[in-house]
């Protein structure tokens, strides 16, 4: 019990959260307990104005940058030292067809330069849409997305219309977005898709919850030197010999950690085994 307390690092520090989708509900837990700050909630910048997953507008950073904008921001308007930060992307999973959610929730020490990331990969997303004309149609979609507790959005005609409702959720709003929105288009269709932002979607929001774990996770490993917080791999050496030919190849030989704060410098040999398998050696299973 101890033990938790001493390791506090943020102890009774203000840490801020530029939000306008209650995304501290997902970070607040979890951040206030492991580090024992309080969390601020700043709204006084619209978040929408770095991208908007519905494609009104679009993000022109990537997800970290968008990230680090957003609590410059924060910290601008807070006054706050330390800022956090939360950017989801969705889209397809590099290898398989399934629809893929990467969150990021990203953490910065103005006064200590430190900054450290929380990442949370998955495929447990509703991110899904349908062009229909037929309502009953549009009903069985909300139902397979998880509405109403998530939400959705509709327009006229396509993807790209700019006439967007956003935030439907209830059947009474549903039936009038979706006749408004019909009435709207020459095509006879109305484009209905999940609502990604954070307080719209419980499963999102679910998933930025784990992104802030592992951000803890890492925060509090700390530096066998000078005991900062943040002692990570930040290095993986590749160069793993064969089994069978002893050549080295593109698995890794080592981890390296280095403290920010002093430099201490640790290496993991052999983290996953000392030989790597033939089939991933070039020269053995070209
Ligand atoms: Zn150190
Ligand atoms: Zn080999």
């Given at each position: ?15 801020v ?11 607040r ?7 024992g ?5 700043e ?32 910290l ?5 030292c ?12 590099p ?16 006064k ?13 997303t ?12 549009a ?39 979706y ?25 999102r ?9 592992d951000?803890?996770s ?32 593109e ?18 040999l ?17």
């Open positions: 019990m101890c033990e938790i307390v001493e390791k506090q690092i943020y102890k009774s520090r203000k840490i959260l530029l939000t306008k989708h209650k995304k501290d509900r997902a970070i837990p979890i951040l206030e307990k492991a580090t700050c309080s969390l601020i909630v709204t006084g910048f619209d978040t929408d104005k770095l991208g908007t997953f519905s494609r009104d507008i679009k993000r022109p950073k990537s997800q970290l940058d968008t990230a680090r904008l957003k609590i410059k921001k924060g601008q308007l807070s006054k706050a330390i800022g956090i930060a939360s950017e989801g992307s969705f889209g397809s999973h290898y398989m067809p399934v629809p893929w959610n990467v969150e990021l929730v990203l953490l910065y020490d103005e200590e330069n430190f900054e450290m990331s929380g990442i949370y990969e998955s495929s447990d509703n991110l899904d849409h349908l062009l229909t004309g037929s309502f009953e149609e009903l069985t979609f909300v139902k397979k997305i998880g509405f109403p507790q998530h939400y959705i959005i509709i327009r006229p005609e396509d993807s790209e219309n700019n006439k967007i409702i956003k935030g439907v959720n209830n059947y009474e709003r549903l039936k009038e977005a006749e408004w929105c019909y009435s709207k288009s020459c095509s006879g269709k109305v484009f209905i898709e999940t609502d990604m932002r954070a307080h719209a979607n419980p499963t929001m679910k998933n930025i919850a784990k992104a802030a774990e951000l803890i890492k925060l509090m490993s700390f530096c066998p030197n000078c005991g900062a917080a943040g002692f990570i791999i930040t290095e993986r050496v590749r160069g793993l010999p064969c089994e069978l030919c002893g050549l080295p190849g698995m890794v030989l080592k981890n390296i950690s280095k403290c920010y704060k002093c430099s201490h410098t640790q290496e993991q052999y983290p996953n085994g000392r030989t790597a398998s033939a089939q991933y050696c070039n020269f053995c299973n070209p």
